[in-house]
């Protein structure tokens, strides 16, 4: 079997891009007959701050865990073990980081091996499992419309009220809380026929395109699904758009087990209102081992990081002040023995040069 994989990503109209995803390495044939062929993809909460850096936290953190599966883990529990390691390098960023609120992602990930999935998810990014022109969503997003639904099944809330809900999207869980409540995922292999197509998006895409504007985008080969499905949401020229990140992977019927390159697409697409920064390159991120992050310089906090930005500064002042204390005290000195007379005293009042200086007070 052949993995075809594919991906596009905008920043939408926004002015920072907080999608983060990655590919494993599709030479390491050794790993991939026991661990699959992996994708994931993050989105970086835009309520909480630094979601940027939290996306790419989790997905650095992901693949890195996953790379060290053995062949006697199975995918499911190596899985699990990626997404708790994320969560752990999240939560640490943000304590180094000094926020007191944290800061959060949500993650979705799954492990292609021949014609079985698995997948992870925590959040509300989406899982579309593409077969035969039809598509479906195989992942639970993890949003409070769950909980208020099933009170609408109870019957202790209307259904108006549970739609109009201002709560309805909020995450009951993420990557980046202390305790990761709910996460999603299937323990026994979903299957896959040669052809079918698996698609990992962030909301900014399947909440702007409804089901039978993106099923109509599904045309072509899958590694193409990416770029027209992206091309479509930003047509819609939604005033707030979302950054949107979609991936494919296409299970291809070839005999030889290989991998190809990612196809990776830079879209670029001009909004009315607001124009948004030009977005930036779209790049798969590399699989490279990282369990410690030095936290960028804008991100530090703490007194060392404050005195080191202000030091410079603070002696510039310091020297400005002395110099102007020692000119005025030239000043004083010129008029007072040049000029007695302005002092309305005798010139044989001047002490001697070798008296004690009276002490002076610096001008403030």
């Known amino acids: 079997m052949r993995y075809l994989p594919g991906n596009a990503q905008h920043i939408g ?29 993050c989105d970086g909460m835009g309520g909480m701050e630094h979601g940027d850096a939290a996306s790419r936290t989790a997905v650095r953190a992901f693949l890195d865990a996953y790379r060290r599966k ?42 292609m091996q021949e014609t079985s ?26 949003v409070f419309a769950n909980l208020l639904d099933a009170a609408v099944a109870r ?24 305790t990761l409540s709910e996460i999603d995922r299937n323990l026994e292999p979903y299957p896959l026929r040669p052809g079918d197509t698996i698609l990992l998006a962030s909301d900014g895409m399947f909440k702007v395109l409804n089901p039978d504007e993106i099923r109509a985008s599904l045309q072509g080969p899958g590694t193409s699904w990416p770029e027209v499905l992206v091309q479509q949401t930003l047509a819609k020229q939604r005033e707030y758009q979302d950054n949107v990140t979609v991936l494919s992977i296409t299970l291809d019927g070839a005999v030889t087990f290989a991998t190809m390159p990612a196809r990776t697409v830079k879209i670029e697409q001009p909004f009315a209102s607001p124009p948004p920064p030009p ?28 005195q080191s930005k202000r030091s410079p500064w603070v002696l510039v002042l310091v020297l400005i002040v002395l110099i102007a204390a020692a000119g005025f005290a030239g000043w004083r000195w010129y008029t007072k023995y040049s000029h007695p007379a302005a002092y309305d005293a005798p010139a044989t009042d001047i002490p001697a040069l070798t008296a004690p200086a009276e002490p002076r007070t610096p001008p403030q």
Do not use: K
């Open 279 to 306: 977005p930036p390159p779209i790049t798969a991120i590399s699989p490279e081992p990282a369990l410690s992050w030095p936290v960028p310089e804008e991100f530090q906090t703490g007194t060392h990081a404050a």
């Open 117 to 142: 999935l698995y997948f992870i998810s925590v959040g509300d990014s989406g899982i579309f499992h593409c077969s035969g022109g039809q598509f479906q969503m195989i992942n639970r997003p993890h």
């Open 70 to 111: 053995l062949p006697e883990e199975s995918i499911p529990a190596a899985l699990d073990r990626s997404v708790h390691e994320a969560n752990f390098q999240v939560v640490s960023l943000a304590r180094s980081m000094g926020m007191s609120e944290g800061i959060g992602t949500t993650l979705v990930a799954v492990a």
């Open 155 to 178: 019957g202790t809330l209307s259904q108006e009220d549970a739609l109009n809900h201002p709560e309805r999207e909020s995450l009951t869980s993420f990557i980046g809380a202390e």
């Open 13 to 41: 109209a926004r002015h920072s891009q907080q999608d983060s995803f990655g590919f494993a390495d599709p030479g390491d044939q050794a790993f991939l007959a026991h661990g699959g062929f992996l994708a994931i993809v």
